[in-house]
């Protein structure tokens, strides 16, 4: 044996070893592994350097053929570790001595792998073939923890705690590669950084993570502790680089209970307490701190059992889940905040807990020492366990960690990401849930700090977070230099694409087709108008993220309402010492400016509402494979965007779209109850909004031009016209559930359809808008088609639809309903050009509505010679004069100045004004600065 120790001087003797290698493999690998453990157990000295130093040379110098994994086998195997003879001589010796030749043994397993690697698989694991040596490194790592689980105790070696840890390490190739030497220089450098960059890569098992347990129980916890972590932070790192090394699937639950069971304070001998005190649990604060450190681990290395597990019934998990996850590390984390249990409140929860704990901490000692037997009395001063021990209450309310843990943990999930961990898990959906509770409003400034410093983020957010981090990003205004405007704008192009391709791409589901839509729809009808241009450029630029230039930085030319609007007349009105001025006033107003429409001095120039909305009449059916599932709730948000929506551009293109596609038959067909409440908002737009409406039927205030005023107005004329003839098929039992969404009077009125006496299923508000829509399209209704049959105007003039619906069906009143109120007749006075309509109109008017009607503005002279002629037929009545001196008194300048310049253009038409409609007039000289004058 000497003669083999000394073989660096006697290379004869190693030459004639590889020669036995050669003819009889399987014998020469037997002795060899026996010679090395005979050598290890009964040699005095430090044999480990000779032993690696042999098997070097036979392996690399002398190209020995020796089956390395076959050596290292037998060698763990060989009964000089298991003999009674050494074992006797093993126990005899000083721990030192059996701590060392243990690592000796590890060694020389470490020097076998490293020859199998540099001899067999070199040239593959350089090439990126690793899987060969990493399965047999494996079954060697299996065999050299077992030979440990065998020999460490009282039996053989019983290793000291820190030669158990240093085994360990060895092991699992935990030390660093630039400390790892086998010889001098050896091996090299690009050999030692692959060997140890494969090894890694070894599977961590359940098995492992037991055994650890298990040998280790008698050692120092924390270094435990450490081993797991070491080797969890590690596996995790890989799989940051898409290598899982984790096979923990067959790891129990009770697994992560007995972590947190390591730092439990128990007693050497049971104390004697009395039957109904209940002694605290204790633990020990470094260790169970560093235990959830550990819960952590594994819950990120399987989110979908330990996580769950953890979120579930680990508040104190959960809380530090949410931590990581906002990427925010103050305790308690915001997102466990509420209004009503706000930090103040923990805090003091906490204070509260910490009182108690110390009260419980100090009577169990005494308790436990026997306090009136040894006549110790123990206090919060001369407390042992008062420092270091705290309640053990994993499955209670959570506790605040110490500073130092949070300064651990926030380098931790930034080194192993695990807040896209988590964020990115979706069984279970850690994200979501958070959103869900709090609101991703709520949600926004902790999202925007995590998407900014990790670029992988967006690909892990749920729809909702995209949808409101892109409205927000919407909201900024452009600032600072062109690269941080450009990387602004590369931020919203990022999360466009996102949405685009979850919202039109192949692979787009409809959940998050709805989701989005519902998101960006929802604030169409919120309260500013702000608000409501970044919901719409949204939904732009999700259905073509191309166009996100244009619509964040506005270079398709946007006309500014604020500079069209109408000239005001002056609050402070000219006046004479009898009062106002009405010539001064008339020879200050041009003619024409009493006209119909008002006069604006600078119009701006008009956009197209089909140009700037191009992307909603068109792309939103066309770019969406789910249109066609979707179309009824969108129509039905998009018309509930009307009860808001000011801007009479947006309002056009919200009415075309729903005209275009709602009743669409290359779609399927609606249903009936969205097709009425769609229509329900269009009316109430037309009938209640008068300043809105006059801007999309006469192109007041020189927003929508001619062209544009003439295609809204058929579209609405077809809408009506289509929807008229659904309303002759329907039945109120056909409506169902709709007659309460409604929130208006349905009724059944006989009116003319299709040259038919029908009886049409409506609402009083889409009976109300039918005669307006024909008032507004002048002397000629415009139909969509040569086809029409104009059912609007037929509807407009039937005295039996106009004069009252006989039945009410959203009630049991059975009371007649006008359609004809005084805003419907106003708007066929002021617009419509139909003389029988107008006839119509004038039929049955009350004396005080004719009054009031013959003083509104800008009616058309031909329309106020009817009134005209009517009123006289109604001075009469003694009641007459004084109602029309009590409505012309209650606007002295409007009313009156108005009124005298329709009947002095009247005269200009030679048709005589009434002679006691003068002189009614006449005596009002009081009220005004001058006689009045025909």
């Not at 004038?842 to 009607?853: F, R, S, Y």
Request: aromatic share 8%; with cysteine.
């Amino acid at each position: 044996m000497n003669d083999i120790m000394m073989a660096k001087r006697n290379q004869w003797t190693l030459s004639a070893m590889a020669a036995a290698f050669k003819y009889k493999p399987q014998e020469s690998v037997n002795i060899l592994a026996n010679f090395f453990a005979e050598a290890i157990v009964t040699h005095m000295d430090d044999s480990s350097r000779s032993l690696k130093l042999i098997l070097h040379d036979l392996a690399k110098v002398h190209k020995a053929d020796i089956r390395l994994d076959k050596f290292i086998h037998h060698f763990l195997g060989s009964k000089c570790f298991t003999g009674s003879a050494e074992t006797k001589r093993l126990r005899g010796e000083d721990q030192s001595t059996r701590d060392k030749k243990l690592l000796t043994v590890i060694d020389i397993i470490l020097a076998a792998e490293a020859l199998i690697m540099i001899t067999r698989h070199k040239e593959e694991m350089s090439t990126g073939h690793h899987d060969a040596f990493i399965n047999a490194i494996a079954s060697l790592q299996d065999a050299t923890i077992n030979f440990l689980r065998k020999t460490h105790g009282p039996a053989l070696f019983s290793l000291s705690p820190d030669a158990l840890k240093a085994a360990f390490r060895k092991i699992f190739f935990l030390d660093k590669a630039t400390h790892f030497q086998i010889l001098d220089k050896w091996p090299i450098e690009h050999e030692r950084l692959l060997f140890f960059k494969v090894a890694a890569r070894i599977p961590i098992t359940s098995d492992i993570l037991w055994q650890l347990r298990v040998q280790m129980s008698g050692c120092d916890t924390m270094m435990l502790v450490e081993m797991i972590e070491l080797l969890l932070v590690r596996a995790l790192s890989l799989r940051a680089e898409e290598y899982n090394v984790l096979k923990l699937t067959d790891l129990k639950l009770d697994f992560m209970d007995t972590i947190l069971d390591l730092g439990v304070y128990r007693p050497l001998t049971t104390p004697a307490f009395p039957p109904k005190y209940r002694p605290p649990i204790l633990v020990r604060k470094d260790i169970y701190w560093q235990c959830w450190k550990l819960v952590l681990l594994l819950a990120a290395a399987e989110p979908s059992v330990f996580g769950v597990f953890a979120w579930e019934y680990m508040p104190m998990a959960k809380a530090l889940i949410q931590m990581l996850i906002i990427n925010r590390f103050t305790f308690p984390p915001e997102t466990a905040l509420s209004a009503e249990k706000d930090v103040r409140f923990y805090g003091d929860w906490e204070q509260k807990l910490v009182e108690e704990e110390r009260k419980a901490i100090v009577d169990y000692e005494n308790r436990e020492d026997g306090g009136n037997a040894k006549k110790i009395v123990v206090t919060e001063a001369n407390s042992r366990k008062l420092k270091d021990y705290m309640r053990f209450d994993p499955k209670g309310h959570f506790r605040y960690p110490p500073e130092s843990f949070l300064k651990v943990m926030e380098s931790l999930g930034r080194t192993l990401d695990l807040g896209k961990i988590f964020s990115g898990c979706r069984n279970p959906d850690f994200l979501l849930d958070i959103l869900n509770e709090k609101g991703t409003a709520a949600s926004l400034p902790w999202l925007l700090e995590i998407t900014t410093s990790s670029k992988s983020m967006f690909d892990v957010l749920p729809v909702e977070c995209v949808c409101e981090m892109l409205s927000n990003s919407l909201m900024k205004t452009p600032t600072g230099t062109a690269e941080k405007r450009e990387q602004d704008l590369q931020k919203c192009r990022n999360l466009a694409i996102r949405l685009s391709d979850s919202v039109r791409g192949d692979s787009s589901d409809l959940q998050n087709v709805q989701k989005t839509l519902d998101f960006f729809c929802d604030r169409l009808r919120a309260p500013t108008a702000a608000d409501r241009e970044i919901a719409r450029t949204g939904l732009e630029i999700v259905f073509d993220p191309n166009r996100i230039e244009s619509a964040i930085w506005g270079t398709t030319a946007v006309t500014d309402q604020s500079q069209c609007l109408p000239e005001t007349r002056p609050e402070i009105l000219p006046q004479s010492k009898h009062g106002i001025s009405i010539e001064h006033l008339l020879a200050r107003t041009r003619p024409n400016a009493w006209c119909p429409d008002f006069i604006v001095e600078k119009p701006c120039k008009a956009v197209s509402y089909t140009e700037k909305y191009g992307w909603l009449l068109a792309d939103v059916a066309s770019r969406g494979p789910h249109f066609p599932a979707l179309k009824d709730s969108l129509c039905l948000q998009i018309s509930k965007a009307l009860t808001v929506e000011s801007d009479a551009l947006t309002v056009c293109a919200y009415i075309e779209f729903l005209a275009t596609y709602l009743t669409a038959s290359c779609f399927p067909q609606s249903d009936i109850t969205v097709v009425y409440l769609v229509v329900q908002q269009v009316a109430d737009v037309i009938v209640n909004r008068r300043d809105l409406r006059d801007a999309i039927l006469l192109g007041r205030d020189a927003v929508l031009s001619g062209e544009d005023v003439q295609r809204v107005s058929k579209v609405i004329t077809a809408f009506f016209e289509t929807f008229l003839l659904t309303s002759v098929e329907v039945t109120p039992m056909d409506l169902g559930g709709t007659i309460s969404q409604l929130n208006d009077t349905l009724i059944s009125t006989n009116c003319k359809i299709d040259n038919l006496g029908r009886t049409a299923c409506l609402t009083l508000t889409i009976a109300r808008a039918l005669p307006i829509i024909t008032s507004f399209t002048r002397r000629t209704v415009i139909a969509s088609s040569a086809q029409d049959k104009q059912n609007v105007l037929a509807f407009c003039l039937d005295r039996a639809a106009l004069f009252g619906a006989k039945e009410c069906l959203s009630g049991n009143s059975l009371s007649s309903h006008a359609i004809l109120t005084t805003a419907v007749r106003e708007c066929i006075f002021r617009y419509c050009g139909d003389d029988r309509l107008v006839d119509i109109a004038l039929h049955e008017v009350p004396t005080d509505l004719l009054i009031e009607l013959v003083c509104c503005e800008n009616i058309p002279l031909s329309n106020l010679h009817k009134l005209i002629r009517r009123l006289e037929r109604e001075m009469d009545s003694p009641e007459v004069i004084p109602k029309l001196k009590q409505t012309v008194s209650k606007n002295a300048l409007v009313t009156r100045t108005l009124l005298e310049y329709r009947l002095a253009k009247g005269l200009a038409l030679d048709e005589p004004i009434p002679r006691i409609v003068k002189s009614t007039l006449d005596d009002l000289t009081n009220i005004f600065s001058t006689p009045f004058t025909a």
